[in-house]
Each structure stands twice: as structure tokens, then as C-alpha cells.
């Protein structure tokens, strides 16, 4: 547990570098960035939220099990979607210009983007944000267990 | 005799480093540059995607990313095990 000014600019800062981190994932085939990069920025907001509230307060809030739960359901989405294409070729991109989910076809050239393109990259983007963001959050967590438990002995 | 070994492979890997410092092309100037230039042309209409990157990492090189993601498992693994005793 940190000092107050701390904790308070944790409660200011804590939901925009959330926002942001689903922000990179949710938008990783229009702008830089992708699902390894906006976990990343999650879990440093998980690492923020442990730092200054102390592992006693933090352990009630996120729970370790949840979010290996989370993980495995990332990994298994990435290579689940990476299987839909397999009549192809595995990792095929089945979605991409189909008309249906994520499939507008994109403008060749310079132009805006549209969040409703790229096919199945989008969903893959997601799985590993997933992916990252839990192992990331649960790595941060046990270690400072860790480190709590050696300070005691 | 262990600190010879030492010094002789802290000489070898220093070599290669340095020699592959030497040797380092100038940024912005590949030696190969015809797969850039394909996925550059191609990656938008191929991937439907504005973002070249993203299209390389999780389409054309599709198996790096999921080798990428067993790797971070692979390490979500070994800190718990590392940890292990002390959560018991």
C-alpha cells in the first residue's frame, strides 16, 4: 500500500490506460499496435493497480485462477480461428472480403480504414490480447506474492 | 580451467557481435528488398488489411505468432512453478 497521492492518481490513471490498452487490441489491423502490444498496456495497468494498492488488496479484486482461465481461452481462440481456415491452408485468412464479419473489402490506397475489414485477423488480434494480457497479469501477481512472502522470512 | 572457457567463449560471441556491428547494413537499405516491396504492394488487397504489420505477424507469418504465444505460456508456466511453494 502507497502513499494517498499515489493511490489517487492510480484511481485517475487506471481507466484510461485500460481504455487504451482495449483500444490497441480492438484496433490492431488499423493502427499500431495488435493484441501482444495493447495486453502489454493492460497488464502494466494491472501492474500500476498492484504497486499501489498492495498484493493483500489487489488479491480480492483479480483472482489468479480467473485469469489463467483466461488465458487458456485466448490461446485456444488463436489456434481454434487459425483452424477455421484450415480448408485452405492452416492460418488462412477465411474472412477476409467475404461480405460477412470483419469482410468489407478494404480501399487499395491511402485511406481512413474501417474498423469492419481484414477477416479473421481481428479475431486473432483479440485471442492474443487476451492471451497476453492474462499471462502478463498473472506473472505480475504471482511475483509480487513472491516478493511479499520473502520479505517475511 | 572453467575460467579459460569462460574467456574463450566471452571472445567468440564478442567476435560475432562485433563483426556483425561491422557489417551492418545502413538503415533503410536492405540487402534483399523484394519480399518488402511485395508485401508492401500487396499485404492491403491480399490481408484486407491497412496495417502492413499487423498482416505480416498475424497472417503471413502466422506460426511465429502462435510460437510467440507458447513462449509467453511457456513462461506464465515457469513463474508459477517457480513460485509454487510460496502460494502453497
Given at each position: 500500500m502507497m502513499s494517498k497521492i499515489v493511490r489517487t492518481i492510480t484511481n485517475i490513471l487506471y481507466s484510461s490506460i485500460m481504455i487504451f490498452g482495449f483500444y490497441v487490441i480492438m484496433h490492431g489491423h488499423l493502427t499500431p499496435g495488435g493484441g501482444f502490444q495493447g495486453g502489454a498496456v493492460v497488464a502494466s495497468g494491472i501492474a500500476l493497480v498492484l504497486i499501489a494498492y498492495g498484493y493483500d488488496t489487489v488479491k480480492s479484486w483479480i483472482k489468479k485462477s480467473n485469469l489463467s482461465i483466461l488465458e487458456s481461452i485466448g490461446g485456444l481462440a488463436f489456434i481454434g480461428v487459425a483452424f477455421l481456415?484450415?480448408?485452405?491452408?492452416?492460418?488462412?485468412?477465411?474472412?477476409?472480403?467475404?461480405?460477412?464479419?470483419?469482410g468489407n473489402p478494404t480501399v487499395i490506397g491511402i485511406n481512413p480504414g474501417?474498423?469492419?475489414?481484414?477477416g479473421a485477423l481481428p479475431l486473432m488480434s483479440w485471442a492474443v490480447g487476451l492471451k497476453v494480457l492474462a499471462g502478463l497479469g498473472s506473472i505480475v501477481l504471482l511475483m509480487a506474492y513472491g516478493i511479499k512472502k520473502g520479505d517475511g522470512k | 580451467m572453467k575460467k579459460y572457457i569462460a574467456l574463450v567463449a566471452l571472445l567468440v560471441v564478442s567476435g560475432f557481435f562485433l563483426l556483425s556491428a561491422i557489417e551492418m547494413h545502413s538503415f533503410g537499405s536492405p540487402a534483399e528488398e523484394d519480399m518488402d516491396r511485395y508485401f508492401i504492394e500487396n499485404a492491403q488487397e491480399e490481408a484486407s488489411t491497412n496495417n502492413v504489420v499487423t498482416s505480416i505477424v498475424f497472417d503471413y507469418r502466422g506460426f511465429d505468432t502462435l510460437g510467440e504465444a507458447t513462449v509467453l505460456f511457456t513462461a506464465v508456466v515457469g513463474v508459477s512453478l517457480l513460485f509454487r511453494r510460496l502460494i502453497k
Open positions: 481456415g484450415i480448408g485452405t491452408t492452416f492460418f488462412y485468412n477465411f474472412l477476409a472480403n467475404s461480405g460477412t464479419l470483419f474501417d474498423l469492419n475489414t481484414a | -
